[in-house]
């Protein structure tokens, strides 16, 4: 029984030796596989962002890495839903690969320098660079990969007048979604850079297309384009309620507010009068109304109706000032009242009626005159004009009496005459009505006979006094 004991010790502490002998050999030998793994490796247990790089060497990591963010993929969301999904590698995204190896490189010398029996997780964040290829991601960013969803675009604010309101509106703008290439790129851009310092090297990043990346209206509504509606639509009412009365006498023609807002020119914000129509307006009155240095239809004492063809009495009206002063007046918005403007003016006048029954008619057929004032005859007295000649006959025409002066010297050197009258009315080219106390008789054919004037008429004094008496200047004169 003892001998049996003996052997059973022997083998233990074989058994013992052989075990230590083994353990000794493990820990060598994992000793040497731990020192090989964290000296050819980046050691155990590591990963860099996230992303596991365990026992691989700086070229094998170096692979994984750029492979897992280049496969890194981007989705864009539009509306809720996804409208496309592409990735880093795809929009032109890289990591710099000297820059990669580096940052590596330095982490594995940095860790080969602490090698641990029990090592525990680390998770590293080294140095990175990206690169893109700018002209790759602009071609992946392009509206056509956004799906075949219908977009429009957007539009500015504008002032428009509406026909149907008939008043000018402001139209604001409209958010359309077409998709602004150059916002997109930025906003993409910038999107991935926030991302890369978060989340380098994970599975996806989510980004939304929405108004910061669609085109914006250039033209917003302001509070200066409403206060130009409300001017404008302000000057719209004044057009609207502008009447122009033009006297003539107790006769009268109204411009009224429709004629006027028939004229109203609208192209975009810019309103105006049409002056064309405007200037057509003045026209047609000026060839309406106008009586002088037109041939004149006069009905004489004798009931017969003659044309005198030289008119210098009478109302033109002056065509361009009249327009201004119309186009000023229509801006008024009020009911104006008044005569139009002349170059030409008259004593008086009833509508085209320019004498209205206060004037003189000459004859010199019959070698009378007649004086009317008011439409009634204030008296009709036989007179004696120029000699028939060329050189002194008196002129046909109408004109106004110039002035009025008593007494007056005639004078002519080329006649030879220095003559002294009580009344002078002088009406054209030094031709004037006077008394002439060397006329011994007046009318029949005197003026014929030697005793005609060298053009004034000549007056019974009587008669002379009674016309200076009764007219002033600017009174009509008409000799046929």
Known sequence: MKKKQTISRKTQKIILGICIVA???????????????DST?????????????????????????????????????????????????????????ENLKSALDALQQERSQETEILASQEDYQIEYQVVKDEAQEQAALTEEHFGEKERTASSDAEIRYSKKKKKFVLVKQVQGNQIDDEKLLSYVDGSLESEFQSDLLGDEVKLVVDTEVYQQPEVKA????????????????????????????????????????????????????????????????????????????????????ITVQDNEYGYRIDQDAELAQLLADLKSGEAV????????????????????????????????LWLYKDGALVTETDIVSGA???????????????YKASPFTLSSEEYGYNTTVKYWMPFVYGQGLHDASWQ????????????????????????????????????PIIIY
């Open 388 to 402: 028939p000649t060329a050189e002194r006959e008196t002129y046909r025409g109408a004109w106004p009496i110039a």
């Open 41 to 97: 490796t980046l050691g155990r247990k590591i990963s860099i962002y996230g992303l596991d790089v365990s026992k691989m060497t700086v070229e094998e990591a170096q692979q994984k890495i750029a492979d897992t963010f280049q496969s890194k993929a981007v989705v864009f969301e539009e509306d809720g839903g996804e409208v496309y999904r592409t990735s880093l590698k795809d929009l032109g995204y890289a990591l710099d690969e």
């Open 222 to 305: 302001t509070k200066e384009m409403k206060e130009q509606v409300e001017s404008l639509n302000s000057q719209l009412d004044k057009y609207r309620s502008t009447t122009v009365t033009y006297l003539f006498g107790s006769e009268t023609q109204v411009l009224d507010s429709d004629t006027i807002f028939s004229w109203v020119k609208i192209d975009g914000t810019d309103m105006s009068i049409d002056q064309d129509a405007a200037a057509a307006y003045v026209s047609d009155m000026a060839n309406k109304y106008n009586t002088i240095y037109i041939p004149r239809t006069f009905h004489t004492s004798s009931g017969e109706d």
């Open 440 to 475: 011994s008789a007046f009318g029949g054919d005197r003026y014929k006979t030697g005793h005609g004037s060298h053009g004034c008429i000549n007056l019974p004094e009587d008669q002379a006094a009674l016309i200076y008496n009764t007219i002033d200047g600017g009174y």
């Open 23 to 37: 353990v000794l050999i493990l820990g060598i030998g994992l000793f040497a596989y731990i020192h090989m793994v």
């Open 337 to 368: 009242s008044r005569e139009p403007v002349y170059s030409s003016s008259a004593m008086m006048r009833n509508g085209t009626d320019d004498l209205v029954g206060s004037y003189i008619e000459v004859s010199l057929d019959a070698q009378h």
